[in-house]
């Protein structure tokens, strides 16, 4: 069922600035029938009535780029499965619950499905709050806030400010074939530089020439000549003066000498 179009009754829900106090009686009184009775009209009625709690809470997070309509949505099933989850006969109030609830299921959201990339969740949540000081600021200020009015207002240190709103720029992916500019043919894709395979060759050369400082210079001559110059067991046995065995030998050992200096 779409929630998010749900109407609101005449009757403000229980978070309404204006709802007076036999509105909360009622919806108190439904939700402990409800949870005696599970009547699924009964939850309809509560949704509709509590839906200005769901809303409040998904515009929070407007500043995150998602869709306003798709955040109240994410906010309404927060407040069924509070609805569901509530147990009125413990004395707490259902907003107390219901609010970390709702607050909860939109940031799961945010965090599984509104990133492009995958960032760390400590640094998504601490992205959210620096957006959102942002947009507070911008309106106070008139003009966008410096990293350091941010750093002030959220209490985050510099650095941590700078790293969250680069991280901001994860949340959306941008097509390889659209245009460079608006106007012109040219796609992304003509001046993205693409993987030089000499790189890894040059890595793999600098390591395996570390590694191989690590053994006696017989056994490098012998690795040297097996895999450099190609030559066979028996061949390398008449360089270096050993028998074909013991060269087989010596190439097992130091292979696995160099798997060990490898791996430390």
């Not at 409040?56 to 569901?84: M, N, P, T, Y």
């Not at 992916?173 to 043919?185: K, Q, Y």
């Not at 992304?188 to 570390?210: C, F, H, I, N």
């Not at 056994?219 to 066979?232: G, N």
Request: net charge negative; aromatic share 4%; proline share 5%.
């Amino acid at each position: 069922m779409d929630l998010t179009n749900a109407p609101t009754s005449g009757r403000s829900a229980t978070t309404s600035p204006r709802v007076d106090a036999a509105e909360r009686r009622e919806v108190d009184r439904r939700l402990r029938e409800f949870h005696r009775t599970r009547d699924p009209k009964l939850r309809s009625d509560l949704v509709e009535r509590l839906m200005p709690l769901a809303r409040s809470l998904a515009l929070r997070f407007s500043h995150s780029g998602e869709s306003i309509d798709d955040l109240v949505q994410v906010a309404a099933l927060g407040l069924v499965k509070a609805i569901d989850r509530f147990d009125a006969e413990r004395g707490f109030a259902f907003t107390s619950f219901a609010t970390p609830t709702i607050l909860g299921e939109l940031r799961r959201h945010l965090r599984d499905t509104a990133w492009a990339l995958r960032v760390p969740r400590e640094l998504q949540e601490r992205a959210l709050t620096v957006a959102r000081s942002a947009g507070e600021l911008t309106g106070s200020l008139g003009r966008p806030p410096t990293a350091a009015e941010l750093s002030d207002a959220t209490g985050l240190a510099l650095e941590d400010v700078v790293e969250a709103r680069a991280a901001g720029t994860a949340r959306h992916a941008v097509s390889i074939f659209r245009p460079l500019s608006e106007g012109e043919d040219e796609p992304l894709s003509d001046v993205l530089g693409a993987e030089d395979p000499a790189y890894g060759a040059m890595e793999d050369a600098l390591t395996s020439e570390r590694l191989l400082e690590s053994l006696p210079h017989r056994e490098r001559e012998i690795l040297r000549l097996r895999y450099q110059e190609e030559l066979t067991q028996w061949q390398i046995g008449e360089r270096v003066g050993c028998s074909q065995m013991h060269v087989s030998r010596l190439i097992r050992q130091s292979l696995e000498r160099l798997r060990e200096a490898a791996a430390a």
